[in-house]
């Protein structure tokens, strides 16, 4: 079967810097490739760059998330768990205004760490693994102790890419999918144990200038669905006409990259309800999320609004690939979310 593009996005194919000499997007970076080749040398902007580090992961009983983001004028560090048996939830923010003592770095897989009193987040990377260790003194009462090593197969391919809205507004996203972890989180006296054959954790890289006012969704997951890894990872509204997408799938390893956008389509009166994904133009994506809990986010600051609705739950439908066989995906764990933001 032919493949139904709108269009061709270019691909790199060698390491590239983000930016120019004055701080705005080097034309020639603008494209994906499937290797972190892509510097961040993010400058000027002043009070318009944003970075983040956010990590997602699948254990078999709970979702586990450690991030740690910068917005020029302020850090925010936050760790968040969900038990999907007994739907135990908890969520910890920490914001350091101004952010001075973290440091966000230009490449998608170098070491990134926070500490205070309340909490440390040490995301440490080296020889194709990350080791995340993440300790919070008071996490809903208990004592919140992660130990995690994260492996980056070394042929695997990665999603990343440059969105240009333009010369001086532009991000830079790395999703990294379907990487086996090993490890265990402990709440309390409660130790979840999370297995490389059957655990797999996301990276969202983002680096970039953006706009005062913006909203996205994001649908993903990381999951062993029989013998194979899959990955499933779409965005929609905040690349819509830049001509690059980050639609993505992931077969052991191998990505099919999705130049057509995709439609999101879901009752922003009730998140609860099943919410569709379809390709654009042709019939390469379709997919149905249906929720089983709700995280709901939200910071009203002087500086920054954010309102982050994102769902718990499966994924059902299909995804052509690349080679233009059908890729069935049958109650596949992940999430999606809508994302608006004044920062």
Not at 27 to 56: E, Q, T, V
Not at 58 to 68: K, R
Not at 124 to 143: A, I, K, P, R, Y
Not at 172 to 197: E, M, Q
């Amino acid at each position: 079967m032919q493949k139904v593009q709108q269009h061709a996005e270019r691909e790199i194919f060698a390491p590239i810097a983000l930016c120019d000499s004055k701080g705005n997007l080097n034309p020639a970076a603008i494209g994906f490739s499937r290797k972190p080749l892509i510097d961040s040398n993010l400058s000027g902007h002043f009070m318009r760059k944003k970075k983040w580090n956010y990590w997602c992961v699948y254990g078999e009983d709970i979702l586990f998330s450690a991030s740690i983001r910068h917005l020029d004028y302020a850090a925010i560090c936050c760790v968040y768990f969900l038990d999907y048996e007994t739907q135990r939830f908890f969520e910890k923010t920490i914001t350091i205004p101004l952010g001075q003592r973290v440091h966000m770095p230009s490449q998608v897989l170098e070491t990134v760490k926070f500490s205070n009193n309340e909490m440390s987040v040490q995301l440490f990377h080296m020889q194709n693994e990350t080791h995340m260790t993440v300790t919070v003194s008071d996490f809903d009462g208990d004592l919140l102790h992660a130990d995690l090593h994260i492996e980056h197969p070394e042929n695997d391919d990665s999603l990343n890419v440059v969105i240009p809205w333009n010369r001086q507004l532009f991000q830079h996203t790395a999703k990294h999918h379907t990487l086996p972890t090993r490890g265990f989180v402990k709440i309390g006296d409660k130790r979840y144990s999370f297995n490389p054959d059957d655990s797999y954790s996301v990276l969202d890289y983002g680096r970039g200038v953006w706009a005062r006012s913006a909203s996205w969704n994001w649908a993903m997951a990381s999951q062993r669905v029989g013998r194979q890894r899959i990955g499933l990872n779409f965005g929609g509204k905040w690349t819509d006409g830049t001509g690059m997408t980050e639609n993505a799938v992931f077969v052991d390893g191998h990505m099919t990259k999705i130049s057509e956008d995709v439609i999101f389509s879901y009752d922003e009166t009730d998140y609860m309800k099943p919410w569709q994904i379809r390709s654009k133009f042709s019939r390469d994506v379709n997919l149905t999320f249906t929720p089983f809990f709700k995280r709901e986010a939200k910071i009203n600051a002087r500086l920054v609004t954010s309102e982050i609705n994102q769902l718990i739950g499966y994924y059902q439908g299909f995804v052509y690939l690349d080679d233009g066989s059908r890729l069935a995906i049958t109650q596949m764990l992940g999430s999606i979310d809508e994302h608006k933001a004044k920062w």
